[in-house]
């Protein structure tokens, strides 16, 4: 699969869609948004990324004034764990809006991708109190409408979450 980046300017934001697979050869655009503008990422159609992508990626963050709001929306499992591994990926200053969460199904196998959304299955901490995660305990198997359980361990998987606190978890 080829590397796909698609950048969209509204007034407010400045929109990065990546889709497919990103590796050493991926290029973001070459931009200067303004102060009020958002830098959102679109994550949803990230299939796979390896760690070279994932330094070009920082290098390029690292490079904006700082001032500028990151955003990032949608992010599949394999760039939470980079978030989680890579010091600096994951700028201090940047939000995650959503996230997904594999949820297993004990009967049938099926894994399910859950999308945590801010506000509402996880609440970032401010001033020093902790994250609050409300992620459910079970879902639905679609597969064969049994219970399905996180497939993570939690103090790793959310560690992105926790870290940029700074102060702990609730649960
Ligand atoms: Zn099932």
Redesign the pocket.
Known sequence: MTIDIKTHKTADDVIIELSNDLSETMSLPNIKPLLSQRVIFECENIKYINSEAVQLWAHWLSKLDERIQIVFRKTPPRVVDYFNIIDGFLPTSATVESFFVPYE?E??E?VELYLAQRGKDYIDSSAGEAVQINLPKIIN?P??Q?AMELGIWKEKYLKFLIVKSGSGVTT
Request: net charge positive; aromatic share 0%; with cysteine.
């Open positions: 199904c009967k049938c099926h198997c597969g064969c049994g």
